[in-house]
């Protein structure tokens, strides 16, 4: 079992930052990718960006040039730095981790944080 949690959300004007967090905790095998996803209300689930084991990294077009995502492998740590927000950047935004072991791969989800951009 693996619990995410997360912080760093809240409300902040446009134009502005936030850094997330995510940490993972629990029965660690091996993290292949940690991500982030949001959902805007009435909207369907997102991936804003994710970063592979390896190092390489993935960013929803909407984003690219704007936020940014990084790991501490030794905290279990994915960070997700986000400037010049924009208001349709308001949803929740939701850590992801993908960890796998010799039987396959598992998914596991944070509790979610709210990022609320308005003037």
């Known amino acids: 079992q693996v619990q995410l949690v997360e912080s760093g959300g809240g409300l902040v004007q446009p134009g502005g930052s936030l850094r997330l967090s995510c940490a993972a905790s629990?029965?660690?095998?091996?993290?292949?990718?940690m991500g982030w996803y949001r959902q805007a209300p009435g909207k369907e689930r997102e991936l804003v960006a994710r970063?592979?084991?390896?190092?390489?990294?993935n960013y929803a077009d909407a984003v690219k040039g704007r936020f940014l995502i990084s790991r501490d492998n030794a905290k279990n740590t994915v960070y997700l730095q986000m400037n010049s927000l924009k208001p349709e950047d308001t949803a929740v935004y939701y850590c992801n981790v993908r960890v796998s072991n010799w039987k396959g791969s598992y998914d596991y989800w944070g509790q979610g944080t709210q990022v609320t951009v308005s003037s």
């Open positions: 629990g029965s660690i095998f091996r993290i292949d990718i």
């Open positions: 970063i592979i084991s390896g190092g390489s990294t």
